[in-house]
């Protein structure tokens, strides 16, 4: 069965500055999707980042980007120029990527991240 | 296009009540999951579909019923609650295809469970 761990329950970061948000999982398959979706206090689920397995390029969306590491199962976070914004919940997720439980997101169990002004 | 719909936002049961949530999204969308989400758990899947007529159990499925009459709804049933179902639950969906350019799984905005 695949796994994701986040092993910060929380983080917290100046403002303007960068911090690494950390994700492990275990799998034994070799096609899937990871992602990082971040819950603020109104408790919608926003996807933040994603990544296709395959692909050996780290994703980047603007501010957010990640460092895909296959061989070591490991998929972090990293928000530049960090904003009072930020401030939430951060899960990392797997997904797998075919197959009749493919839509199933597995999830780490967050990461909260506090932005200090 | 309202997206993926959840109602109520928020519900107080009393131990032993019965209930549903109700999950619809306009989206045609073949897969819809349903998640409850525990302080320091993360989300777990509780029950998921891939289709009208589909369903299959998550990883906490135990005090639950779902149904997929159609492709739309995904109501989530609680035959008899219990205080250890206080929790925030979650839909989902999705389009099935394997091989496409958008995955992105699409959620309600939650519901607010309180067991007393």
């Known amino acids: 069965a695949q796994t994701v761990t986040q092993s910060q329950p929380e983080m917290s970061v100046q403002e303007a500055e960068t911090v690494t948000l950390s994700c492990t999982y275990d799998?034994?398959?070799?096609?899937?999707?990871l992602f990082w979706y971040k819950q603020p206090p109104s408790r919608q689920m926003i996807l933040v980042i994603r990544?296709?397995?395959?692909?050996?390029q780290n994703a980047t969306e603007n501010r957010f980007s990640v460092n895909f590491q296959k061989a070591a199962k490991s998929f972090s976070l990293k928000i530049s120029d960090s904003q009072l914004g930020d401030a939430a919940m951060y899960f990392c997720?797997?997904?797998?990527?075919?197959?009749?439980?493919?839509?199933?997101?597995?999830f780490g169990k967050g990461t909260k991240l506090s932005v200090k002004p | 296009n309202a997206g993926v719909t959840q109602t109520p936002k928020f519900q107080v049961l009393k131990t032993g009540q019965s209930m549903t949530l109700q999950c619809a999204q306009d989206?045609?969308?073949?897969?819809m999951s349903w998640y409850r989400q525990d302080p320091g758990m993360g989300l777990r899947l509780i029950h998921y579909?891939?289709?009208?007529?589909?369903?299959d159990q998550g990883e906490v499925p135990n005090g639950y019923n779902v149904s997929r009459s159609t492709t739309e709804d995904f109501p989530l049933r609680l035959l008899s609650a219990a205080p250890s179902q206080t929790s925030v639950y979650f839909c989902?969906?999705?389009?099935?295809?394997?091989?496409?350019?958008?995955?992105?799984?699409?959620f309600g905005s939650g519901t607010q469970l309180s067991v007393l």
């Open positions: 579909s891939v289709g009208a007529g589909i369903t």
């Open positions: 990544q296709e397995a395959y692909k050996q």
């Open positions: 989206m045609n969308h073949e897969y």
């Open positions: 997720a797997y997904r797998r990527r075919r197959g009749g439980s493919q839509g199933n997101l597995i």
């Open positions: 799998t034994s398959e070799s096609d899937y999707y």
């Open positions: 989902a969906s999705s389009y099935r295809r394997q091989v496409t350019t958008n995955e992105k799984l699409f």
